[in-house]
């Protein structure tokens, strides 16, 4: 099986409704990631976590929130999806280790907002 | 701000050709980079990853170095093979968590 998962891998939406990503891992880490991928761009950070209880924005936060409900579970929503929304997003993890700190990342889940 | 670029944006070669892909930084003050792996579908595979105290690093066929100085890492493929097709992404880490992605370059090797 996967060390990292997310659901679901794909998801067509209309503008204004409610979205929840959801991402799992096995791995064991503490510190879990959401990123979003656009054509012809490199992958951005949208909001990390250290712990179950420290949670940060990353370059792109606005209209995203996340949860961390446990060590193993990081969910990112959109609470009224827009059409700039559309993209790959990415959930992915690692550990602690400051010169190592190598991230995993799931499958990806694709995302339009028509 | 840390910028990233991968040059090509695309590379098409022919089946046993060594492929050469660059990635290039602006801001030589990095822990270490990686680079990735895209296929469609199936997420970011992690292939290689150098310390900023590393020259190279080696994975069977593949070899990746890295000048911190002049803000360029290489990777290299050797006897390149269909199955090699995909995008590769570069990315640096800059500080305790954060990196900072290339765009890709994709590669089509020709059978």
């Known amino acids: 099986d996967a060390d990292v998962t997310q659901t679901p891998r794909n998801r067509i939406t209309k503008t204004g409704k409610r979205i929840m990503l959801e991402c799992s891992q096995t791995k064991g880490h503490d510190r879990m990631y959401w990123y979003r991928q656009d054509p012809g761009l490199g992958l951005r950070l949208i909001y990390y976590s250290f712990d179950v209880k420290d949670i940060n924005k990353g370059e792109i936060s606005d209209g995203y929130s996340v949860s961390r409900q446990a060590q193993a579970k990081f969910s990112l929503s959109l609470e009224s999806a827009i059409p700039n929304q559309t993209a790959l997003y990415f959930c992915?993890?690692?550990?602690?280790?400051?010169?190592?700190?190598?991230?995993?990342f799931g499958p990806g889940t694709r995302l339009t907002v028509l | 701000k840390q910028e990233v670029t991968q040059i090509p944006a695309a590379l098409s070669v022919p089946e046993g050709e060594n492929l050469v892909l660059n990635c290039s930084f602006t801001?030589?003050?990095?822990?270490?980079l990686q680079w990735f792996r895209q296929d469609p579908g199936k997420g970011l595979t992690s292939l290689l990853l150098?310390?900023?105290?590393?020259r190279e690093q080696t994975s069977g066929r593949l070899n990746a170095s890295l000048d911190k100085s002049s803000g360029r890492s290489t990777l290299y493929i050797a006897a390149s093979q269909p199955g090699d097709s995909a995008t590769y992404l570069c990315a640096v880490r800059v500080d305790d968590y954060k990196l900072s992605f290339g765009a890709g370059t994709t590669v089509t090797v020709r059978a």
């Open positions: 801001d030589s003050a990095i822990y270490n």
């Open positions: 992915a993890t690692s550990g602690w280790d400051k010169a190592y700190n190598e991230q995993f």
């Open positions: 150098i310390q900023s105290s590393q």
